[in-house]
């Protein structure tokens, strides 16, 4: 990140692992709301409980509210309607929206209320060692899964377009700038928007998958992202391996 | 000997005071809400509750505020806690199954000082129980369900009337010590029809703002901090994490941890006094006791009445406020009879925690078949222990 984007921030240090996605994401976040001109006092972050829960709190210089485990959206909600006037932006992890939160997750898409939620999904849980999540791949590595996964992944984007949301964009933090671009978009979009950056995790997901290098993890995840046009050429078994990546907008 | 502290302080006569009317008592909570300035109530539909959030459904956005159900009841707390943050006078009402959801809220809004009101309206548990059943199971739950060390004030209506006022007052306690407040209700009040007069003689806690001192430190042990709200400007950092006194995360520090626990917990036991308020009915002269609250306060007073038309020495010191325990009050009264008896219907929730307060005998009246206490109950129960 560069310096003109610090006075986005409160501390002068993360408390991320080396390696880490969220940094990327953090940068992308705090360009995006300062390419907007956000106004600082109207800006809201919450977040859950997890490693992307810290992207926010305390690193952002704005209102934050770091919540329970899976509850940020079910906060952010009653934020967001108590006072429409507060651009409300959801930060938190896969595991955090997606499996003890995701029954809020598909609740706050069919309302369609105006939340932008940034999903970073590292594939596993990280802040608790390394158990699996509900986005784990079939088959990879985890602390509760030593011999591999044995159940397929959500595919968040299409969860949260069957519930209704209004924009949906996944990219991973190896693409920083259409990951701002989708953030920005997320942001104003008039109802539900959902980013999910793909950030990998070479402390619990790529030590326990054997990748112990991290640009080789940064390799491998961005092999598995694929455009839709790509997609379109593999077949099923393939794409079911690969992260497809762009905005995903109801025409 | 314990006097009845009138349920709401100070007077600001607006009109002339409206007529009675009949009203249920979950009808008559809702119109507490709205009377108390409620911008904000978010739920999930539960019996014998949900006549409160069909009420509020349709009088609350007409008022300016904001209704929304959620997916669940734990959903439903945070949704109250985060428009707390964002500046509304917040609510939410449940039964017991409900309220177990609803306990990590609690400990996170006890533990961010975040203001709101939860009436739970009591049914006959545990688990599913009997829906429409009354019972008053949650009392301890409300108390310690939260883990970790937490300190929540509940009050307990007795009437329709009280339901009004005690809903306006926990409003103006969750602001003074911005805490939730529980109006611990039961199916036997929340369903109950009966007069009530929806007055305005009440003054209304206004929330303490400002961004140049600590939201979350005080320098008093017992010091409730001012509390901005989102887009104050002052970049805030609530967290269910250990925080020091502007929301830093401190989350392997002793003392900070030690300071905040002491403090979230002082400032409601410290002022016991102005929290809890008790009714004291025909205890000058009384040799045995009753100590009751809720629904089963009615009965026990009508079992001294009719205690005291054969002669009997019994009074009646009914609980309004459960939670800080109004432990002088207690005490005093364990001085000055020779016994106690203590109605209710669990199986000795209150009672127990009484023990812990007086010397003298304890007596306790538990049901649990989803019935009120009948006052003959209670009048056979007093006759069997009669010094």
Redesign the interface.
Known sequence: MTRAMEHWL?VPHTAFCPGCGHGILMGALVRACDELALD???L?F?SGIGCAAWIP??NI????????HG?AV??????????P??TVIVVSGDGDLASIGG??LI?AAR?DVPLTVVCANNEIYGMTGGQTAPTTPLGALSATDPLGNRYRPFDLIALVKGAGARYAARWPVTQPRPLTDALKRAITTPGFAFVEAISPCPTQFGRRNRVDDVTKLYDQMAGTCVTREAARALSPAERARCLVIGEFIDE | MPKDDSAVKGAQGAGPRPEPQVLMGNYAAAEGALAAGC??Y?GYPITPSSEIMEVLAERLPRQGG?F?Q???E??SF???????????K?MTATAGPGLSLML??IG?ASFTETPLVLVDVQRAGPATGQATRVGSGDVLQVRYGAHGDTCPIALSPWSVQEMYDQVIRAFNLAERYRTPVFVLADEGVGHLRETVVLHRDFELVARVRGNDQPPFGHPDPDGVPPMPI????????????THDAW???KVDDAEPHDLLVRRINRKILDHAEDICEVDGRFLDDAEVALVAYGFSGRSALAAVKALRRAGVKVGLLRLKTLWPFPARQVAELGKAVRRLVVPEMNLGQVGGVVRQHVRCDVELLGQVNGEVIEPEAIERKVREVLP
Do not use: C
Request: hydrophobic share 45%; charged share 20%; no cysteine.
């Open positions: 409160r600082r006092r109207q809201l919450v709190s305390p210089r704005a209102d934050t509210l770091h919540t329970l509850r079910a906060y952010a909600t009653g934020a967001k309607l108590a006072n006037k507060l029954n809020h609740h309302r | 911008g904000f978010a904001v929304v959620m997916e669940d734990i959903a945070a949704a109250v806690i985060g428009a707390s943050w964002a500046g509304a917040a990590e809220g996170y989102f887009g104050d400007g002052a970049n805030l950092m609530v967290t269910g994490s929301g830093f995360r």
